[in-house]
């Protein structure tokens, strides 16, 4: 996560103007604004590939998948952030505070990066816990071909599984992802 925009206390309300006529995205966590940067080309690449391997899967069902633009409010750690990849199943609650945040993802994808891995494993994963519709986030490494798979269990416990070349994990979605396709690099030697 960067640094705060400013060095002040922000509402909520505040957040959503400023948002709605930024030109740069920005994150709220408990008050403060921060500028999220943006990605590398195998970031996009990467967050485009689980899009497109999620989208033909969840076809015929009342899913949205949605890209990095999409808003995501958490009420229980005051944050607003946008992953990378979002499904929401049934019909999207928007935050009445946000009415561009959706309240309800079922999957969130985060695509890490050096600058934000330590805050995306721990703080915002910790965030994400707290959305009650969740049940699963994937964390796709930058520096391994590596996906790990944040579950929530039937008993309210959080388990983690990961995958390498040549595996797949398989998502409460009734979804998979094979992380051969989604490090897939059509351009690649």
């Not at 005051?78 to 999957?107: K, M």
Request: one cysteine or more; proline letters at 6%.
């Amino acid at each position: 996560m960067a640094t705060p925009a400013a060095h002040r206390h922000y509402t909520i309300e505040e957040y959503v103007q400023l948002e709605e006529y930024a030109n740069l995205k920005h994150e709220y966590f408990a008050g403060q604004v921060y500028l999220t940067s943006g990605g590398s080309q195998e970031h996009a690449l990467y967050a485009g590939n689980v899009i497109a391997l999620l989208h033909p899967q969840l076809a015929g069902r009342p899913c949205r998948v949605l890209t990095g633009d999409a808003r995501i409010r958490i009420r229980g750690s005051d944050h607003d952030t946008y992953p990378d990849v979002s499904v929401v199943c049934g019909q999207v609650e928007l935050a009445s505070e946000d009415r561009f945040a959706a309240l309800n993802p079922c999957l969130l994808v985060e695509v890490l990066s050096p600058s934000t891995e330590t805050y995306d494993r721990n703080k915002k994963l910790e965030s994400y816990k707290l959305i009650p519709s969740l049940v699963e986030v994937v964390l796709v490494a930058h520096d391994a071909r590596r996906l790990d798979l944040v579950q929530l269990a039937p008993d309210g416990t959080w388990s983690t599984t990961s995958a390498g070349p040549g595996e797949t994990l398989q998502l409460a979605l009734g979804c998979s992802l094979a992380v051969d396709d989604v490090y897939r690099d059509p351009l690649a030697p």
